[in-house]
């Protein structure tokens, strides 16, 4: 079953994580100096916090984020009928995970990144993507 992903910049991530930790009754899954995220059931979301984000502050960008490499095709397919320009990170390295993505911006410029997590790491990693 495929997740929605929220990732919000934010100038406190002490202040943010206190907030959306009694939001969400639940502690951060992953907690970093610069990077919070809860990985919900209910709603079922991973939703994520970063300070490292260049630009306002605010929602960075939209995501579905696949379980399966059958689900990351499908939604890939869903990506190209959008007639979007496509970005393809097939290894990248952000948000302290290993994972295959492809983003698109809407028609307002809101970046929506697609993604299959395919490992952790101990570093943020590099940002390639259409945002930050």
């Given amino acids: 079953m495929k997740r929605f992903h929220v990732n919000l910049t934010v100038d406190s991530l ?14 951060p899954t ?3 100096p610069d990077y919070a995220k809860w990985m919900l059931e209910d709603p079922r979301v991973n939703f994520a916090l ?14 579905i984020q696949a379980e399966s490499r059958d689900e990351l095709v499908e939604v890939y397919g869903h990506l190209e009928n959008t ?11 952000c948000c302290y995970a290993k994972s295959a993505k492809k ?3 809407d028609p307002q410029g809101v970046a ?5 997590t395919e490992g952790e790491l101990t570093v943020y990693g590099d940002h390639h993507g259409p945002v930050g």
Avoid: M, P
């Avoid at 202040?15 to 502690?27: G, T």
């Fill in 14 to 27: 002490d202040q943010s994580v206190n907030f959306y930790s009694a939001l969400f009754d639940k502690s």
């Fill in 30 to 32: 992953v907690l970093k």
């Fill in 50 to 63: 970063s300070t490292r984000q260049s630009g306002d502050h605010g929602i960075s960008h939209l995501g």
């Fill in 83 to 93: 007639g979007g320009e496509l970005v393809e990170e097939a290894e990248a390295t």
């Fill in 103 to 105: 983003w698109v911006q």
């Fill in 112 to 116: 929506w990144e697609t993604f299959l």
